[in-house]
């Protein structure tokens, strides 16, 4: 994140959406967070506990895979875990409802196709 001490979830979301500028990175958090609540329900559903670390070691993996190696940024998750937690679960929900792009908008002024 940046070095700026966001006080309120309202003040983090611009900055999470910042940390995610790629297109890329955005896809890896969605495929993580999508197949990491998979996962999950499948450990439930079979009732195999050994698939919950494994249920976030894909979303949590996948996603830091984006911020390593795509964004070259820390993730949000160090700092902020629980409104990190919460940004992830929003940004997807916004990306599967095809709101994403105006909310990159709105708060980047950018073409979230081509990162900031």
Excluded: Q
């Excluded at 499948?42 to 249920?55: D, F, H, M, N, Q």
């Excluded at 919460?86 to 709101?99: C, E, I, N, P, Q």
């Amino acid at each position: 994140m940046s070095p700026e001490r966001p006080r309120t979830y309202g003040e983090f979301w611009p900055l999470y959406l910042r940390e995610h500028s790629r297109p890329a990175t955005r896809a890896l958090h969605v495929a993580g967070t999508l197949g990491g609540l998979g996962l999950l329900l499948l450990a439930l559903y079979l009732k195999v506990g050994w698939l919950v670390p494994g249920a976030l070691v894909f979303a949590y993996g996948l996603a830091w895979i984006g911020h390593f190696c795509i964004e070259r940024n820390r993730p949000a998750t160090f700092r902020h875990p629980l409104w990190s937690l919460r940004a992830d679960f929003h940004m997807v929900a916004l990306a599967l409802f095809g709101r994403l792009e105006p909310e990159l908008r709105r708060h980047l002024g950018a073409d979230p196709g081509n990162p900031i």
